[in-house]
């Protein structure tokens, strides 16, 4: 069993930055693919960034492409999710992801992931 602990989520004015870290539990994490989702009211979880056990595959949606950068620390069990730039539309809860078996470059897949934090609120002003 995985326990994943978003934190790092506030109220910034657009431009600003914020940084998300998520712990896991257990000791499976430095052989997880992780990921950050990110779901609005009345809107779908869709994914953010995806990152591979070792780090050697990285996915970004594009919205997100050149502002987030997504990286790991697996002495820390712990994923992280620089956000720069902001932006009204980043408004969203992001949810941490993990998957402890999956070793593929599918990063963006949702259903890959089968275990998942509480999320945090990310709320930007314009």
């Known amino acids: 069993q995985v326990q994943l602990v978003e934190s790092g989520g506030g109220l910034v004015q657009a431009g600003e930055s914020l940084r998300l870290s998520c712990v896991a539990s257990?000791?499976?994490?430095?052989?997880?693919?992780m990921a950050w989702f990110r779901q609005a009211p009345g809107k779908e979880r869709d994914i953010v960034a995806g990152i591979s056990s070792d780090g050697s595959s990285i996915y970004y949606v594009e919205s997100v492409k050149g502002r987030f950068t997504i990286s790991r620390d697996n002495a820390r069990n712990t994923a992280y999710l620089q956000m720069n730039t902001l932006k009204p539309e980043d408004t969203a809860r992001y949810y941490c992801?993990?998957?402890?078996?999956?070793?593929?470059?599918?990063?963006?897949?949702?259903?890959?992931?089968?275990?998942w934090g509480q999320g945090t609120q990310v709320t930007v002003s314009s």
């Open positions: 992801a993990a998957d402890p078996t999956y070793t593929g470059s599918h990063l963006n897949i949702k259903a890959i992931y089968d275990y």
């Open positions: 257990g000791s499976t994490f430095r052989r997880s693919a």
